[in-house]
């Protein structure tokens, strides 16, 4: 069996996403959910195994983030923007990790 190597992209506002160019992952500049949605569904298809997605971006999208929740890979996490928190991101690592242990311990 081959040793399947991923990527790592970065889907949102390009000043959001800028930085993480620095550190050697992919980046994709959306300007709306509708365009998001498509760049996810595209990178999906391809070798990425993370796919960092900006929480204002994934407000727009839920249905879609809803879908990639269901999958193994590519794994779709929220992070904030670089005008701040707006909570989605760690409510969802809070239920994630009540539905692996049963119980919510953060």
């Known amino acids: ?12 506002n390009r000043d959001a996403i800028l930085p993480f160019r620095l550190i050697g992952f992919d980046t994709f500049p959306v300007v709306s959910g509708e365009q998001a949605q ?3 569904d595209e990178l999906a298809k391809q070798a990425y195994g993370i796919i ?9 999208i839920p249905e879609t983030i809803r879908y990639y929740d269901t999958l193994i890979t590519p794994a779709v996490i929220l992070i904030p923007t670089h005008k701040g928190c707006i909570g989605i991101g760690s409510q969802r690592i809070r239920e994630n990790v009540e539905k692996a242990v049963g119980q919510n311990i953060l």
């Open 1 to 12: 069996m081959a040793n399947e190597q991923y990527k790592i992209a970065v889907v949102g």
């Open 52 to 60: 960092y997605l900006t929480e204002d971006f994934a407000e727009m």
């Open 38 to 40: 498509r760049r996810l």
